[in-house]
């Protein structure tokens, strides 16, 4: 597909047309021959006779989704056939929808979810924030644990749902909120463990709050080791001391490293 899409970038069409594309993604799953997906992201204001081009734009071997403003062009928020399955693990199927984060690295997440789950403690009731799609929250709720899920991503939420009706698994709870102005509606001292899988920045306005709910241990999945040093300092002169620190090349030949941080308090 690589080939074919890039002879196409460097056609007369988007010497004309490029500046109203933001960028191309490409999502593949695991198998060798599965679908992969091409989703153009389109800048507010293109025209509607680019999204008409790229509507009927082949590509061998994928299908094209457009994105403006982060809205699939054709399909519903809970549309479950617009999507690619990513991940089959602890006997679930989670779909990731085009807009919709979730890890890049398909062969190493499922490690990282079992390294959040062996590091979740005892059998508490868990918060994760940053709940995304349920990368954590489906599977842990699937091992029997009480689980509320916090995501400011309205698509991401709803893409979570549909993920969590196809799943079935019980005690689960899904919050669509901005996650620093969540704590007003959460209950200290009624979370035996949280997890937080924050974007890159961190969670800067996240971290005093979490302690404030005074778990017995935060488990703390990063992918950039300098933001994640500065939250565990604020952690720490909260009562936190870390017990392990895991890192995981998600990203090989790059910079960037996932890293799980478990802090007991």
């Known amino acids: 597909v690589l080939p074919a899409l890039w002879e196409t970038l460097a056609g007369s069409f988007f010497l004309r047309h490029g500046r109203h594309l933001d960028q191309v993604e490409l999502a593949a799953g695991l198998e060798r021959g599965g679908p992969i997906l091409v989703w153009w992201r389109l800048k507010p204001g293109a025209p509607k006779s680019l999204t008409k081009t790229l509507t009927t734009l082949s590509l061998p071997g994928a299908a094209t989704e457009i994105m403006v403003n982060e809205e699939v062009q054709g399909h519903k928020p809970d549309d479950a056939s617009a999507g690619v399955l990513v991940l089959d693990h602890h006997g679930l199927e989670l779909r990731a929808r085009p807009g919709v984060f979730f890890q ?13 789950l062996d590091s979740v403690r005892g059998d508490g009731p868990v918060l994760d924030l940053f709940s995304g799609l349920g990368n ?13 899920g916090v995501e400011n991503s309205p698509a991401a939420v709803a893409n979570a749902r549909v993920n969590a009706q196809a799943a079935g698994p019980a005690g689960v709870d899904l919050m669509e909120a901005d996650v620093a102005e969540a704590f007003d509606y959460l209950e200290p001292g009624r979370f035996e463990t949280v997890v937080l899988d924050p974007p890159r920045r961190g969670a800067p306005r996240v971290a005093d709050q979490v302690a404030r709910l005074a778990p017995a241990r935060i ?17 720490e002169k909260s009562g936190y001391g870390l017990r392990s620190l895991r890192p995981m090349d998600m990203f090989p030949r790059t910079v960037h490293l996932e890293v799980v941080a478990v802090l007991d308090r």
Do not use: E, I, Q
Request: hydrophobic share 50%.
């Open 104 to 116: 890049a690295n398909l062969d190493l997440n499922p490690r990282l979810v079992d390294l959040v």
């Open 136 to 148: 954590f929250s489906l599977p842990l709720a699937a091992s029997g644990r009480s689980v509320t």
């Open 219 to 235: 488990v703390y999945v990063s992918c950039n080791p300098r933001f994640l040093a500065r939250d565990m300092v604020a952690l």
